[in-house]
Each structure stands twice: as structure tokens, then as C-alpha cells.
């Protein structure tokens, strides 16, 4: 498999998705637990289908190498100093073996940049590949400042906002953001109730 350099936006969805299926953001519940849900995740993210094939011949010792990349990838997130972040995600580069140029479905003779995986490379592997050039792309054509904690008080995720305004407010808009929404709800509703006129309260 490949990764093109200028689908850094779905692989750094791929690095946000991935940092946040820790227990520390879902409270005790780590959502990456076995092997099973290694393959779940790549069939959910995987667009060629290379990432998913290599999930199904992933072994325990591949799973724990998705657990150190995922607290790797959330160390870049968590400091997103400049150089650290490019020194880093290099690292997360190394399976790859070279660059090339592969063909661009999308336009006709075209080609685009890529980076091919090494042969013998594990799911581990294509991961870390993929948050590599997730992390580089970013910072390349957005900056560091699209590395950040999740909005929501509660929530310990984080993630990286690749939207074109830069406005990403959470890790899981779905879910933390109408978290924040009910909250807010909630305590207007309280706040109206507490101003209205006794007369009102008891009819
Ligand atoms: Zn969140």
C-alpha cells in the first residue's frame, strides 16, 4: 500500500481517530482492545483496502505497537512545537521506502506524490505511516496551531483540524460537541426557570 502526500487531510483523520479510541478518553473503556477492534477500525478508515488486509494478519505484538503509536501520535497533538512535530513525524514516516509518483484516479494521465510501505510492513506500520504524513501535511499547508485539546470541559480527547476555517472545536463534534450543546441547553433552561415570577411556577 501507498499513502499520497496530498491525502494528508484523511490521514490525519486517521491520527485523530486513532488518539482517541484511548481509555483515558473514554473514561476506563479503551475502544482499541483486541485484535477484533483493530480490524473494525481499519475497515472503518481504510480506503484502498491494504490497511484492512494487513489488520487481519495482525498478532498481539501488532496490537501493542498500534497501542505505543497511538501515545506517540497524542504526544505530537498534546506539544505541538514546530520542530518536534516535524522531528516526530518523520520518525512515523520511516516504513515507507522512498517517494514516488502513483496514478491519480481523479485526473485522467495525472500522477501525485506517495509513499510506499515497505514490504513486510505490519498494520503498526501503515498506521504510523499514515499519521506521519497526517502530522507533516498539516503542518506543511495549515500550521501547528491545528494541533489541539478538545473544547469540551469534560472531554480528555484531542485532535488535529484540518477544516478550511481552522474551527474545529472537538475531538468527536457528534458526540462531545452536543455533549457541550445539551450542557448549555440544560443550564439556560435552569436559568430561565430560576428568573421566572413565583405566580408562573405554581399555577
Ligand atoms: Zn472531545
Redesign the pocket.
Known sequence: MYVALDDYPWAAGVATELVNTTAEVWRGDDRLPDLAALIAFTDLHDAPGDLSRLARRARGADLHAVHALRTTVRGLIDHPDRDRLLAGATTLTSPARGVTLVPDPARGSRTRWALPLSEGATVADALSLICGVGVLGVVHTLGEQRFRP?S?PT?R?AFIDTTRPGSRR???PGL?GNRVNVTNHRARRAATRDRRPTSEQSP
Do not use: I, P, Q
Open positions: 478538545c469540551a472531554c480527547g472537538y475531538c468527536m462531545c
